[in-house]
Nanobody
Framework: QVQFVESGGGSVQPGGSLTLSCATS????????MSWYRRAPGKERELVAM????????NYRDSVKGRFTIARDNVNNTLYLQMNKLKFEDTAVYFC?????????WGQGTQVTVSS
């Protein structure tokens, strides 16, 4: 079955960096546009970044542009999110899934906490 295992989160100070990973299985990873999403406390889940099947085209929500970089490894079916210059408002649980019609079986996510 479809599985997502997110990792790499943690607690950092503002301005710090983290790299998230999402190991996937159970579907043809290379055939889909993939995305990172996040859910902050008390808020709805939101799209953070997306990457096309071949990894060439990428798009980001305005608040993370210039700070986050999405990447993928189609050999190892893994999605990445490099996060730099982290801000308090980046605190959230981060998830990965496909962009269009996300699979219902979301992973546990990985917690990112930015605090001083």
């Amino acid at each position: 079955q479809v599985q997502f295992v997110e990792s790499g989160g943690g607690s950092v100070q503002p301005g710090g960096s983290l790299t998230l990973s999402c190991a996937t299985s159970g579907f043809d990873f290379s055939a889909y546009v993939m995305s990172w999403y996040r859910r902050a406390p008390g808020k709805e889940r939101e799209l953070v970044a997306m990457i096309t099947e071949n990894g060439i085209a990428k798009n980001y929500r305005d608040s993370v542009k210039g700070r986050f970089t999405i990447a993928r490894d189609n050999v190892n079916n893994t999605l990445y999110l490099q996060m730099n210059k982290l801000k308090f408002e980046d605190t959230a649980v981060y998830f990965c899934n496909r962009r269009v019609q996300p699979f219902p079986s979301w992973g546990q996510g990985t917690q990112v906490t930015v605090s001083s």
